[in-house]
């Protein structure tokens, strides 16, 4: 929050509790215990009511990692989706400056924290879910165009997307090869799966936040509804828009090189 406004009204509109990190700069942590109690308390009471909980996320740490997940499961009991959101676009428009600094938070910001909140997702699934009720880990990456991409193509300097800078291309990178290799290493898992989507905002169903939201949503409904076995298992990036099939395969996607 607040630049995944529109995304989470599409999944509370699609009857999901949901719980969404927010900007550091908007919430200051209060190291009290008894505050952070109360603070706990009282988002619960806010998530039953509501089905929206924002949490502070430092990115740069594990421990906020694991809190995050720590206070979903107590605020929801458990999890049974968790979407890590690469914007490559909304990267590449705040990225500032090629220096070291920006080289050390994007890998904070845009690496670590992924890969953080990904093997902490897993944990929790492996605790909590099971053949029955196997939790869902996805990757949803919005693919933006780089400066490598405007040097083969100079009409790209239209002003019409923010070009990824190295740190921001490199990271988005980093971010699809890691959800590539936890979907293999986790395929024939039973506590858990995997789905990988991508995608850009030239795509209608990209483009608009809120309706993305409501496909992905309507997309991992009719997943659960697919009996396991009847599924086939592929690690395949999935276009946004695709319907789920039987074990004849999935309408999918994959990048072209």
Request: glycine content about 6%; hydrophobic content about 40%.
């Amino acid at each position: 929050m607040p630049s995944s406004n529109k995304f989470v009204d599409g999944l509370t509109s699609s009857q999901r509790m949901v719980i969404v990190t927010e900007a550091e700069d908007g919430y200051k942590e209060d190291s009290s215990s008894a505050s952070a109690i109360g603070r706990i308390r009282k988002r619960k009471v806010l998530g039953k009511t509501s089905g929206l909980v924002t949490q502070s996320w430092n990115r740069s740490s594990p421990i906020s990692a694991r809190t995050l997940v720590m206070t979903a499961e107590h605020i929801y009991e458990q999890l049974t989706e968790v979407i890590l959101y690469f914007d490559e676009d909304l990267y590449a428009s705040k990225a500032e400056q090629l220096d070291i600094q920006e080289c050390s938070t994007g890998v904070d910001t845009m690496i670590l924290s992924y890969q953080y909140l990904a093997i902490e997702a897993l944990d929790a699934f492996s605790r909590k879910n099971d053949s029955q009720n196997p939790g869902t880990l996805i990757f949803l990456l919005k693919d933006a165009p780089s400066l490598l991409d405007a040097f083969h193509t100079p009409a790209l300097h239209n002003g019409a997307y923010a070009l990824a800078s190295p740190v921001v291309a490199s990271a988005k990178a980093a971010f699809a090869s890691f959800a590539e290799n936890i979907a293999a290493l986790y395929s024939e898992s039973d506590y858990a799966s995997v789905v990988l989507v991508r995608g850009d905002k030239s795509m209608d169903s990209m483009g608009n936040e809120s309706a993305l939201a409501k496909w992905l949503c309507g997309y991992l409904d009719s997943l659960e509804q697919v009996k396991k076995s009847d599924t086939k298992k592929t690690v395949q990036w999935i276009r946004p828009g695709a319907k789920v099939q039987s074990s004849s395969g999935f309408s999918l996607f994959q990048k072209s090189k």
